[in-house]
């Protein structure tokens, strides 16, 4: 069993900041990739920032510059600075770890339960 927990999210005003934090637990053999999407209402789940585990880092345009994605791959724990927040940043943002699992013979997509972050005009 492997779970992702979010947190951090919350309502902001325009400029403010918050950072995301997701804690990847269970039977965890390895993780590649983590990342950050996020799912505005209506719209699709897209891509926030990705990072591997030797710290290369990849970014929306919409956020980069604004955004810092790192990760602590002693604590399978990954995290979101987010500044100079805009209202359309307003959505759920959801953790992404690819990852085996102990005993097990490929790598996988899990996803966090998400985290709302609220950014008011």
């Known amino acids: 069993q492997v779970q992702l927990v979010e947190s951090g999210g919350g309502l902001v005003q325009a400029g403010g900041s918050l950072r995301l934090s997701c804690a990847a637990s269970?039977?965890?053999?390895?993780?590649?990739?983590m990342g950050w999407y996020r799912q505005a209402p209506g719209k699709q789940r897209e891509l926030v920032a990705g990072i591997t585990p030797g710290g290369a880092s990849n970014y929306a345009d919409s956020v980069k510059g604004r955004s810092a994605i790192s990760r602590d791959n002693a604590k399978n724990t990954v995290y979101l600075q987010m500044n100079s927040l805009k209202p359309e940043d307003t959505a759920r943002y959801y953790c992404?770890?690819?990852?085996?699992?102990?005993?097990?013979?490929?790598?996988?997509?899990?996803w966090g339960q998400g985290t709302q972050v609220t950014v008011s005009s």
């Open positions: 992404n770890a690819d990852l085996r699992i102990t005993g097990g013979l490929g790598y996988y997509d899990y």
């Open positions: 269970g039977s965890i053999f390895n993780i590649r990739a």
